[in-house]
């Protein structure tokens, strides 16, 4: 709505300056909705730049099933996932994608301790005397 007015004052001749002062904007804040729309004759913001995504919708589409399901899965497993569907994704990629489009981040399954020998054993003869036990 502001760009509107802006452009169309500048088409009425007032100056940068004088608009500035008369709608209470910086000079630059001015200058530039009279620039682009000079370039592109519009004032829609124009779509972001950047590099192309690497993943298709449909391999966002899987990659948020598998978070969402087993939110545990590691991004090499999904990745290696993905590569069976051709996608050629990095870890760093999956990893973005989790934390800035996903939402939920992921986590990491709780470390438990190895039932080594001794702990087998012990478990066993707790075990044992009181298997005839009842609630």
């Given at each position: 709505?502001?760009?509107?007015?802006?452009?169309?004052?500048?088409?009425?001749?007032?100056?940068?300056?004088?608009?500035?002062e008369?709608?209470?904007?910086?000079?630059?804040?001015?200058?530039?909705?009279?620039?682009?729309?000079?370039?592109y004759?519009?004032?829609?913001?124009?779509?972001?730049?950047?590099?192309?995504?690497?993943?298709?919708?449909?391999?966002?589409?899987?990659?948020?099933?598998?978070?969402?399901?087993?939110?545990?899965?590691?991004?090499?497993?999904?990745r290696?996932?993905?590569?069976?569907?051709?996608?050629?994704?990095?870890?760093?990629?999956?990893?973005?994608r989790?934390?800035?489009?996903?939402?939920?981040r992921?986590?990491?399954?709780?470390?438990?301790?190895?039932?080594?020998?001794?702990?087998?054993?012990?478990?066993?003869?707790?075990?044992?005397?009181?298997?005839?036990?009842?609630?």
């Amino acid at each position: 709505m502001e760009r509107s007015k802006i452009v169309t004052l500048h088409e009425e001749g007032y100056s940068e300056k004088q608009i500035s002062e008369k709608l209470k904007f910086s000079k630059t804040a001015i200058h530039q909705p009279v620039v682009k729309f000079k370039t592109y004759a519009s004032f829609q913001d124009l779509s972001g730049g950047g590099r192309p995504k690497v993943t298709s919708q449909r391999d966002d589409h899987m990659t948020k099933k598998m978070v969402v399901c087993s939110p545990t899965t590691s991004s090499k497993k999904i990745r290696s996932s993905l590569l069976l569907t051709g996608a050629d994704v990095s870890t760093p990629t999956v990893k973005h994608r989790f934390s800035h489009e996903f939402g939920p981040r992921t986590c990491k399954p709780t470390r438990k301790p190895r039932l080594t020998p001794s702990v087998k054993a012990n478990r066993y003869a707790f075990a044992k005397p009181h298997l005839k036990w009842t609630v």
